[in-house]
């Protein structure tokens, strides 16, 4: 089928200590998965109490940097409100660092208000966001890409940079993630930075209609649209058979009836065909599973023998 790349995805702001984190992400490193991500929130959303309360993403996975020896980490996404920058670039490449070179940005432009007010984080317009998340991807890239003994500097209209010595480096090129549905900006901003392109939690014909656009971006930039990994993040809702599909549904609190258009969602044998689909038609070879219940590790037992030898 040639869909070759498996990703373990949490939503820690859900309600998991670190400690819980470390063993799925080492249970994701057992199972044979590619990597594990996690989610950059600092708030619990959906009626949870999110308790213990919020783990950090990047103190998160700088932690598993040291603590895992293969998969490849990295968020779903960063929001650009968040941090600074220079900061953020620090602290990835430094990650990276720390990991050998397995560290991954995905980088977005932040939705959650509550999450903002909340912990006392600027929360501007929609329009603003955005703008700032242009310029943090272009300096957080010209920060890492200027050669070591030069400087980098920057002058926009919400960050500037003066003569930065743009250190430190990350042990290898960090691959960096940009997503979403808009019809415009984002597919531009992908052609001028994404090493690959997420498109969270779609239907099929919303994920291939976007994907174009953002191929005849990259035609517009002069840039070869095949060089960008098409992905995609779905929740997991597997069972062996189709009442254990409706068990997990439930625990999850998500309705079986609606779930037609999850790829993710079904029997083993019912998830390989919908990702033959999204492979044929959307052209993804990376798919996100988004895992909700960290405490049910036998979904990735399941996933890890009977769906991934099938996606090769």
């Known amino acids: 089928m040639g869909i070759v790349d498996l990703r373990i995805f949490t939503e820690p702001q859900q309600g998991a200590s670190y400690a819980d984190l470390l063993r799925i992400a080492r249970a994701t490193e057992d199972a044979g998965f590619d990597a594990f991500f996690r989610s950059d929130h600092y708030r619990a959303m959906g009626g949870t109490s999110g308790l213990p309360g919020p783990t950090d993403a990047w103190t998160t996975l700088s932690a598993l940097a040291v603590q895992t020896e293969r998969i490849r980490l990295g968020t779903l996404v960063t929001s650009a409100t968040f941090r600074l920058p220079g900061p953020l670039a620090i602290a990835v490449a430094q990650a990276d660092q720390m990991s050998g070179g397995r560290v991954e940005l995905g980088l977005g432009a932040g939705w959650f208000e509550a999450e903002h007010t909340g912990y006392g984080i600027p929360f501007p317009p929609t329009k603003e966001r955005f703008a700032r998340l242009a310029e943090q991807l272009e300096i957080v890239t010209g920060l890492w890409e200027t050669p070591v003994g030069g400087t980098y500097s920057f002058d926009g209209e919400h960050y500037t940079v003066v003569d930065s010595p743009a250190l430190p480096k990350p042990a290898h090129p960090v691959p960096v993630i940009v997503g979403g549905l808009g019809p415009r900006r984002t597919p531009a901003l992908a052609a001028r930075f994404a090493t690959e392109f997420n498109i969270p939690f779609a239907t099929l014909d919303v994920a291939a209609a976007q994907f174009e656009r953002v191929a005849e971006a990259c035609t517009a930039a002069g840039r070869d649209p095949a060089e960008i990994v098409r992905s995609a993040a779905h929740q997991l809702v597997i069972g062996r058979d189709d009442a254990a599909v409706a068990r ?32 044929e038609r959307a052209g993804i070879t990376r798919v996100y599973l988004q895992t909700l219940d960290l405490a049910d590790l036998d979904q990735l037992e399941i996933v890890a023998s009977q769906v991934a030898p099938q996606l090769v």
Do not use: F
Not at 249 to 257: F, I, V, W
């Open 248 to 279: 997990r549904a439930e625990t999850l609190g998500a309705d079986r009836e609606k779930l037609g258009d999850n790829p993710l969602a079904g029997t083993p044998a019912e998830i390989v065909d919908a990702l033959g689909r999204w492979r």
